[in-house]
């Protein structure tokens, strides 16, 4: 079983910066994505960002420039991924989820945490 722990949600000013972080702990694999997605009031859910167990990236069009994330795969039991956000805007307030998935399409997903971004 796979769980995982997020962090670092909040309260900011738009034009501000906020890092989110994911603990990963349990049975891992070590080929895995992990990722962040995020869901708006009366949206779906979307993706924001994803990192391979390769370093391999990918970003929303709506978020490139502005975020970036990384992984620490120092520990085999243990990956923490990081969403380094900057230059936020009111439109990137939302509830964030991390995500593990892997190949086979096992996902698993975090509580989520609030970002709420004042314009």
């Known amino acids: 079983q796979v769980q995982l722990v997020e962090s670092g949600g909040g309260l900011v000013q738009a034009g501000g910066s906020l890092r989110l972080s994911c603990a990963a702990s349990g049975s891992i694999f070590s080929i895995n994505t992990m990722g962040w997605y995020r869901q708006a009031p009366g949206k779906q859910r979307e993706l924001v960002a994803h990192?391979?167990?390769?370093?391999?990236?990918?970003?929303?069009d709506s978020v490139k420039g502005r975020f970036t994330i990384s992984r620490d795969n120092a520990n085999n039991a243990k990956d923490t991924v990081y969403l380094q956000m900057n230059s936020l805007k009111p439109e990137d307030t939302a509830v964030y989820y991390c995500n593990l998935e892997y190949p086979g399409g096992r996902r698993y997903w975090g509580q989520g945490t609030q970002v709420t971004v004042s314009s």
């Open positions: 990192i391979t167990s390769r370093d391999s990236t990918n970003y929303a």
